[in-house]
């Protein structure tokens, strides 16, 4: 439920599901900067990026 929902939300509300993800992105130890850096770039494309974030990054967007 909670994926359908960050779904809707990025489909609908990406400005503030692009903010949600690179607060997401800065608070990883996990990642490298390399990597934070290639995240913020493809969650810039509109309503896929943050989809994608979510399903392939193991992020969530809160």
């Known amino acids: ?3 359908i ?3 809707v939300v990025a489909l ?3 400005p503030i599901a692009f903010i949600l ?3 997401n992105l800065a608070g990883r130890d996990d990642l490298t900067q390399a990597q ?3 995240w913020a770039v493809v969650s810039i ?3 896929i990026g943050p989809i ?3 399903l ?3 992020g969530s967007l809160w």
């Open 1 to 3: 439920m909670k994926l």
């Open 5 to 7: 929902f960050e779904i």
């Open 12 to 14: 609908i509300l990406h």
């Open 21 to 23: 993800v690179l607060v």
């Open 36 to 38: 934070k850096i290639i």
């Open 45 to 47: 494309i509109w309503g």
């Open 52 to 54: 994608l974030y979510v």
């Open 56 to 58: 392939v990054g193991e």
